[in-house]
């Protein structure tokens, strides 16, 4: 059973560009969470989506936002990119909205500057 | 507001050498608390949901346990490849998963 894919694996942008970022959850999830992880913050909660709806919301601006298709890929945008959004991008999937048994891809590493 | 500490940042262990790591959280409406394993270069790996205090789960060297306040991983003669970052995440009634720093854990031979 293929795992959760996230594309692209390393990215650089330079500030007040914007980025598009990729998830394929496993085949029957339907839903798609993301996170950002850095040292210092750690693994925070960016948005959860199921069938094509944001369910949740984590406290980012709105330059962070996503979308999910009817096929459950998700892809997740950051417009007007800031040298503080350097981070591991983390998508997980799940069965189910709210389903705290999360499978995560491997993460997007960006770099902004 | 939810919060979930986690005890010590890191931790250095020799093989054989059990320990416990520590996740205290504050949170109203806990619906679960999940523990992940994270390996250098790699997204989270699920590892124990915990629902109600008292509960426990086992999984060959690692032993989950949950009160009110707080959970333990139990790590039971470490090897190696026990190495990596432990995390601990509680869900609130708003359904994410909110994360604690991890704790960085090395086993040594």
């Known amino acids: 059973k293929a795992g959760v894919t996230q594309t692209p694996r390393y990215l650089i942008k330079t500030r007040g560009q914007q980025v598009t970022l990729s998830c394929s959850p496993i085949?029957?999830?339907?839903?798609v969470s993301w996170y950002q992880q850095t040292p210092g913050q750690g693994l925070q909660f960016l948005f959860e989506?199921?069938?094509?709806?944001?369910?949740n919301k984590g406290n980012f601006p709105g330059r962070f936002s996503g979308r999910q298709f009817s096929n459950s890929r998700s892809e997740m945008n950051v417009s007007t990119l800031e040298l503080g959004d350097s981070a591991l991008y983390l998508c997980?999937?799940?069965?189910?909205?709210?389903?705290?048994?999360?499978?995560f891809g491997q993460g997007t590493r960006l770099t902004v500057v | 507001e939810d919060q979930v500490t986690q005890s010590p940042e890191a931790l250095r262990l020799q093989e054989g050498e059990s320990s416990s790591l520590n996740c205290s959280y504050t949170?109203?409406?806990?619906?679960?608390l999940f523990w992940y394993r994270q390996d250098p270069g790699k997204g989270p790996e699920f590892l124990f949901t915990?629902?109600?205090a008292g509960e426990e789960k086992e999984k060959e060297r690692l032993k989950a346990t949950l009160t009110k306040k707080e959970s333990f991983l139990h790590i039971t003669a470490p090897k190696p490849e026990d190495s990596a970052t432990y995390l601990c995440?509680?869900?609130?009634?708003?359904?994410?998963?909110?994360f604690g720093k991890g704790t960085s854990l090395l086993v040594t031979p």
């Open positions: 085949s029957g999830h339907r839903s």
């Open positions: 995440a509680v869900q609130a009634d708003g359904y994410a998963l909110n």
């Open positions: 997980a999937s799940s069965l189910s909205q709210g389903d705290g048994q999360a499978f």
């Open positions: 949170v109203s409406g806990l619906r679960g």
């Open positions: 915990l629902y109600s």
């Open positions: 989506y199921f069938s094509e709806t944001q369910r």
